[in-house]
């Protein structure tokens, strides 16, 4: 076997979160020298469980990675990869995203101000294991306060899950906007003078189907602003 030796400095790939100190199986930076002509190989890495205060939630944290040869153009089983073949660095878990999906939202009558009814959530999906997560809802401003249907998306926010052996943490997750349909719907007023009657003006022979003048004896409240 033709021996070779590396140049660069291993990056190891980012992780999001799984609960779990395990290392990607690869690695960016380094760069294989000493091939025969136009060959080349490529270098995978396995990493040490990471080390460090905090692990495995999210953070940086340190593992020795083992440098592997891989082949490219040329066979790594005609290459034998000189020392170092270990190297100590730092690695990163990153925040796991998670989603809740489409949110219902209660309907509401209009009242003149642009927020929706109250919005429900979907089940929280991505989270690890059996671990559970406080997901919390950012007030919504509609662009209009009128009747109709409005299409938004719903800021949420983290915090730790209820205490316990499944408790997430906030601080290991990202949470994607949940979107929703809100509805505001006509506002319903209450009639005044039940027994009250409309009351039509007599008219002089005009020789059309129209009436006198209307007037009506009902009236309502609740109307927005009265």
Same mark, same amino acid.
């Given at each position: 076997?033709?021996?070779?030796?590396?140049?660069?400095?291993?990056?190891?790939?980012?992780?999001?979160?799984?609960?779990?100190?395990?290392?990607?199986?690869?690695?960016?930076?380094?760069?294989?020298?000493?091939?025969?002509?136009?060959?080349?190989l490529t270098v995978t890495c396995t990493g040490t469980?990471?080390?460090?205060?905090?692990?495995?939630?999210?953070?940086?944290?340190?593992?020795?990675?083992?440098?592997?040869?891989?082949?490219?153009?040329?066979?790594?089983?005609?290459?034998?990869?000189?020392?170092?073949?270990? @190297?100590?660095?730092?690695?990163?878990?990153?925040?796991?995203?998670?989603?809740?999906?489409?949110?219902?939202?209660?309907?509401?009558?209009?009242?003149?101000?642009?927020?929706?009814?109250?919005?429900?959530?979907?089940?929280?999906?991505?989270?690890?294991?059996?671990?559970?997560?406080?997901?919390?809802?950012?007030?919504?401003?509609?662009?209009?306060?009128?009747?109709?249907?409005?299409?938004?998306?719903?800021?949420?926010?983290?915090?730790?899950?209820?205490?316990?052996?499944?408790?997430?943490?906030?601080?290991?997750?990202? @949470?994607?906007?949940?979107?929703?349909?809100?509805?505001?719907?006509?506002?319903?007023?209450?009639?005044?003078?039940?027994?009250?009657?409309?009351? @039509?003006?007599?008219?002089?022979?005009?020789?059309?189907?129209?009436?006198?003048?209307?007037?009506?004896?009902?009236?309502?409240?609740?109307?927005?602003?009265?």
């Open positions: 076997k033709k021996n070779v030796t590396w140049s660069g400095t291993p990056v190891v790939a980012d992780k999001p979160y799984d609960g779990t100190a395990t290392v990607p199986n690869w690695c960016s930076g380094v760069t294989v020298l000493g091939t025969v002509g136009t060959e080349t469980p990471y080390v460090g205060v905090g692990v495995p939630h999210v953070g940086s944290y340190t593992t020795t990675l083992t440098l592997l040869l891989a082949s490219g153009t040329g066979w790594q089983g005609n290459y034998n990869l000189l020392s170092p073949t270990a @190297i100590g660095v730092s690695g990163n878990i990153v925040k796991k995203w998670i989603a809740t999906g489409t949110a219902t939202i209660a309907d509401k009558q209009y009242d003149g101000n642009p927020t929706t009814g109250a919005i429900t959530l979907a089940p929280v999906t991505g989270l690890v294991g059996s671990a559970t997560i406080t997901v919390n809802v950012t007030p919504v401003t509609l662009y209009a306060s009128y009747v109709g249907m409005y299409v938004i998306n719903i800021p949420c926010t983290l915090a730790d899950g209820p205490a316990g052996p499944n408790q997430g943490k906030a601080t290991d997750y990202a @949470i994607v906007d949940a979107t929703g349909v809100a509805y505001i719907t006509p506002k319903i007023l209450t009639p005044v003078g039940l027994n009250s009657l409309n009351t @039509i003006a007599s008219k002089v022979y005009d020789g059309t189907t129209a009436t006198g003048a209307v007037t009506v004896g009902k009236t309502f409240t609740g109307q927005v602003g009265s």
